[in-house]
């Protein structure tokens, strides 16, 4: 049976801190503040999953007091796709969109597709950028989004 998850997250930024997406640390003079490392592509990609499989969200599975400051999202989405494994499913497809207004991100495509398509263990995912056009906080600089629409056969 093939299921449909849609994840969303959003994490402030601030100067000096590491920008970590989909894993990878990209050079950026601001990074995310938040939960764990504050990878809002792994955040939302494990709310993708989870959705598919109705089996919450990421608040439920790792509660804020139980994640450290700083620590990696990589083990938060692996826990999460051991127990979709040994459900039966995989992880089909992918598409990412992240909305940053700058540092531009092209260039990271294929570090970052590479990065999620190994802890998908998944061979078909894409990754867009998208400025918001100097609108709201994230126009401003001052937030990093990410929308994950993550498709599961289970
Ligand atoms: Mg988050």
Excluded: N, Y
């Excluded at 894409?126 to 709201?136: V, W």
């Amino acid at each position: 049976m093939m299921r449909m998850g849609l994840g969303w997250d959003i994490h402030r930024l601030a100067a000096g801190r590491p920008l970590m997406l989909a894993g990878v640390a990209v050079p950026s003079p601001t990074g995310a503040v938040g939960d764990s490392d504050a990878d809002v592509v792994l955040h939302a990609v494990i709310d993708g999953v989870l959705g598919a499989m109705a089996w919450g969200d990421i608040g439920s599975w790792f509660p804020r007091d139980a994640v450290a400051a700083g620590q990696p999202s990589g083990p938060l989405l692996a826990e999460v796709m051991e127990r979709l494994a040994a459900a039966g499913g995989a992880v089909v497809q992918v598409d990412v969109t992240i909305v940053l207004e700058a540092p531009r991100l092209a260039d990271h495509r294929p570090a970052l597709i590479g990065s999620l398509a190994q802890q998908l263990a998944c061979a078909v995912v894409s990754i867009k950028f998208k400025t918001q056009d100097g609108l709201g906080a994230i126009g401003r600089g001052e937030a990093v989004a990410c929308w994950a629409s993550v498709m599961v056969d289970a």
